[in-house]
């Protein structure tokens, strides 16, 4: 088990990876929290699977717990979901000392968290991620929110956890897939300001997605670490947190262009990190070593590379305009420079942003 703290001031909290945490969460939660009262938000898949150990576990502790469960997906960070969640808030009578944790997902996370930033102005919030997305990266940062039907994540607030607490044993239940897609944001960390963390993953990709506890509890604390170290230097999003979008504009493009329905977010992701540094490559920022080194990587964890064909580059770089991390305007993109460094540019020429989705085909 390894303890990490992000560092924040008084906004400071603890992150614990470990195995087999679930059936403790009771004695873990307790020095954390100021009254019994205890709200957990979860979906029906992580629900049906999870819950009951936690309930037994925190009733254990001596908790007084309420519960509230989303249908599973995207379409829960709904402005309905969240006012489900504020019903049952105002109903069990939680008050400013009460607790709401939310088990589940990065959409669970992003849901409970909103809710409980906003209901009393804000109570505390225990983060129990289960899918290795939000494990590595939607449970650190304080970032949450819901979706507007006319984007992703419009309605939301910073409300900093405080306690995450990650068991990498509920990754037994999760797929593949959504294994494959949640390393895409570990091996972004690498590339983007950890060259170490990168190499771990490509000694270390059998051991990973075999799911061996030690492992991956070593892979995931030093994701979290990096991500704590980018929150706590800018907890609002002003300026460094930008690097952590590399292959992101690109990525949230082609989700917004295919439905957000084709591709889990890290597929879309990976094709956006392949086509960033086949940008950086050609404007003679990235080495043509490191491009390779990054795309067998990618390939190896069987991520795609790629744009389907039935979108053209021009769709694709005008969605990126559309993108809420344009500024004034003008394409925001990371680049990276080396394996373990990136840069931010606003400067680049659309010529170019087009040859090299082009060549993403
Ligand atoms: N706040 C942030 O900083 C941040 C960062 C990245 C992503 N996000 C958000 O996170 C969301 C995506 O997160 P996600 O990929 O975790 O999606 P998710 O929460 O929808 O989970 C994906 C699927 O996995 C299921 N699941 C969850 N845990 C499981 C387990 N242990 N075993 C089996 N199945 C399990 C869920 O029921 C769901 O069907 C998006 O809404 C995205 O906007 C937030
Ligand atoms: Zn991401």
């Avoid at 898949?45 to 908790?63: C, D, H, K, N, W």
């Avoid at 990650?166 to 897939?177: F, K, P, W």
């Amino acid at each position: 088990m390894k303890t990490l703290r992000v560092e924040l001031g008084d906004n400071s909290y603890p992150i614990v990876v470990g195995a087999k945490l679930l059936d403790q969460v009771g004695e873990m939660l307790t020095p954390h929290i100021k009254s019994k009262k205890v709200l957990i938000v979860s979906d029906a898949f992580v629900s049906a699977r999870y819950m009951p150990a936690i309930q037994q576990s925190l009733e254990t502790a001596g908790l007084d717990i309420s519960t509230v469960e989303v249908p599973t997906g995207e379409e829960s960070k709904s402005l309905a979901q969240f006012s489900r969640i504020q019903d049952s808030l105002v109903a069990n009578q939680l008050d400013r000392g009460s607790t709401l944790i939310a088990l589940g997902g990065g959409v669970v996370g992003d849901l409970g968290g909103f809710a409980a930033a906003v209901y009393m102005r804000g109570i505390p919030f225990v983060q129990i991620p289960t899918t290795l997305q939000a494990q590595v990266d939607a449970s650190v940062g304080g970032k949450t929110a819901i979706n507007h039907p006319k984007g992703k994540n419009l309605i939301g607030a910073f409300h900093q956890p405080k306690l995450v607490l990650i068991d990498v044993g509920t990754l037994e239940t999760l797929s593949q897939r959504d294994i494959r897609a949640g390393l895409i944001e570990v091996i972004k960390m690498g590339v983007i300001r950890d060259q170490a963390l990168f190499e771990m993953v490509e000694e270390n990709l059998d051991a990973i997605l075999n799911l061996e506890s030690a492992t991956l509890i070593e892979m995931i604390s030093c994701a979290c670490i990096n991500k704590a170290e980018i929150v706590a230097k800018d907890e609002k999003e002003s300026g460094l947190r930008m690097v952590l979008n590399y292959g992101h504009t690109f990525g949230h493009a082609l989700e917004a262009l295919t439905h957000y329905n084709r591709y889990r977010h890290g597929e879309a992701v990976s094709i956006g990190m392949n086509c960033a540094a086949q940008l950086a490559k050609n404007l003679g920022m990235f080495s043509e070593t490191d491009f390779q080194r990054q795309g067998v990587l990618l390939r190896r964890a069987k991520l795609p590379l790629t744009f389907p064909p039935d979108i053209t580059p021009e769709a694709l770089c005008d969605a990126m305009y559309l993108d809420k991390k344009t500024l004034g305007g003008k394409l925001r993109l990371i680049l990276p420079t080396r394996i373990g460094e990136v840069v931010v540019r606003d400067d680049i020429d659309d010529r170019h942003v087009l040859e090299a989705i082009s060549q993403c085909f």
